[in-house]
């Protein structure tokens, strides 16, 4: 028997979802019709409700629901620094050990060679703009320690530099409780390259 | 099936699923295929950091048909340090690696061209050079080696100074003023290509015009991302330039 249109288009929304294929949104349409036709109401609710309210903030074009993010918007953070990162997860990651008290400014993405994502779709204009006008003396690079996050923050740096405005990378080694011997070789050569002074 | 201990570089990584990764991969001995890495994102796993471009490793895998399993991955060595510029032209690399090469054939005078240019720019200051001579060795590797010891009609001599238009499948001609086809380039860069040795500024400028021409019919006339993506950083800095 072939599905009912409504429950095929279903099955094709969910398949929109990362990771989920034609097997799973399947077992997710079956699931929500059979069993949680309540849970699916509340999915309903909370998509159409984000949809209309979560927008870009203007400051550091992360998600937020007012114009400016709780972040920017605060007072007790050091409008001086600006750490700059890849996506809100990373941001969040951040917010969540608590050590950093300056602002954000959020790329939604990294420079992707391969894939053909360019300054443009990491929203670099509205950075450059952001830095230009603002109090801003120093530019952390936050971005992931991976070819592309390193060619971004490369890409960044140079830009940034032109600017009288310190540019940092954050530095990358060993883990806080990590011994030398379980930690892989592509760390360690980053530890010791990258050593301080004592 | 099950191989182990290949030589490979990865070429590309996506993320699959909550913790997995697809990978599209260059082995010396089975040329390009595309693997699945299961949990490689997981903080415990085996192959975490190690899953990446300019990478080199030895990969084993289990599976046939058109996506293998990932079953053991060592480093060679360390990431291939490229900074700067150099990782973009890196990744040139890897996309005519990707588009170019048909999965499952092997190529290892290629890989073996492939493991010497990215050493090549880690060192060297002629990157330029480098993507050139690694397209002509990609194009003969693929069965469409460039003529570049002759002139495409009756076998003519090369002259150094003589401009010639280059016609695909015929070779470098002689311009006599009416054919307007082909990519007009001087016989020293035709020679220098072959020796592959190209050091001044006009060979390096005929040279990526001709390969530039002659990719672009093996590409179907499709854009190279890499490419792009360089050209919008340049003019990216020229804007902003203070």
């Known amino acids: 028997m072939a599905d009912p249109q409504l429950v095929d288009g279903l099955k094709r929304a969910l398949s929109c979802l990362p990771g989920v294929g034609p097997r799973s949104a399947q077992r997710m349409a079956f699931h929500l019709l059979e069993r949680d036709r309540e849970g699916a109401q509340q999915i309903v609710d909370a998509l159409s409700r984000a949809l209309e309210r979560v927008r870009r903030c203007i400051r550091c074009n992360s998600f937020s629901e007012q114009e400016m993010c709780n972040i920017c918007a605060s007072p007790k953070r050091d409008a001086s620094q600006l750490c700059i990162v890849e996506s809100p997860a990373d941001m969040e990651a951040l917010e969540k050990a608590a050590v950093f008290g300056g602002m954000y400014f959020v790329l939604m993405g990294h420079l992707s060679p391969l894939d053909g994502l360019g300054p443009d779709d990491i929203g670099v204009d509205r950075l450059l703009k952001l830095v230009g006008k603002n109090e801003i003396k120093e530019v952390i690079l936050a971005t992931n320690l991976t070819v592309e996050g390193e060619a971004t923050a490369h890409f960044l740096a140079e830009l940034l530099q032109q600017r009288d405005i310190v540019v940092s990378r954050i530095a990358h080694g060993v883990p806080v409780g990590g011994e030398l011997e379980y930690t892989d070789g592509g760390t360690l050569g980053h530890a010791l390259t990258g050593r301080q002074e004592i | ?242």
């Open chain 2, 1 to 242: 099936m099950r191989v182990e201990q290949q030589s490979a570089f990865v070429l590309q990584a996506r993320d699959y699923r909550e913790t997995s990764l697809l990978l599209e991969v260059f082995t010396r001995e089975h040329g390009r295929l595309g693997l699945i890495a299961k949990g490689a994102k997981r903080a415990k796993s085996p192959f975490r950091g190690l899953l990446a471009p300019f990478q080199p490793l030895r990969i084993g895998w289990s599976g046939k048909g058109e996506l293998g399993v990932v079953t053991g991955v060592e480093a060679v060595s360390s990431t291939l340090p490229l900074a700067g510029d150099r990782i973009f032209f890196a990744f040139y690399l890897n996309e005519l690696v990707l588009r170019l090469l048909h999965r499952h054939d092997a190529h290892q005078k290629l890989f073996d061209d492939y493991c010497l240019s990215l050493e090549g720019l880690l060192v060297d200051s002629g990157w330029e050079s480098i993507l050139r001579i690694f397209e002509k060795r990609l194009l003969a590797e693929l069965g469409y080696a460039l003529l570049l010891d002759k002139t495409g009609v009756r076998d003519g001599e090369l002259d150094a100074d003589t401009l010639y238009r280059y016609i695909p499948d015929q070779g470098p001609v002689p311009v006599n003023g009416q054919e307007s086809q082909g990519i007009l380039l001087h016989g020293s860069t035709l020679k220098a290509l072959a020796a592959e040795s190209l050091q001044d500024d006009e060979s390096l400028r005929e040279a990526k015009q001709l390969m530039r021409s002659i990719l672009g019919i093996y590409l179907n006339g499709k854009p190279l991302h890499s490419r792009r993506l360089y050209q919008q950083i340049i003019a990216f800095r020229n804007s902003v330039a203070v």
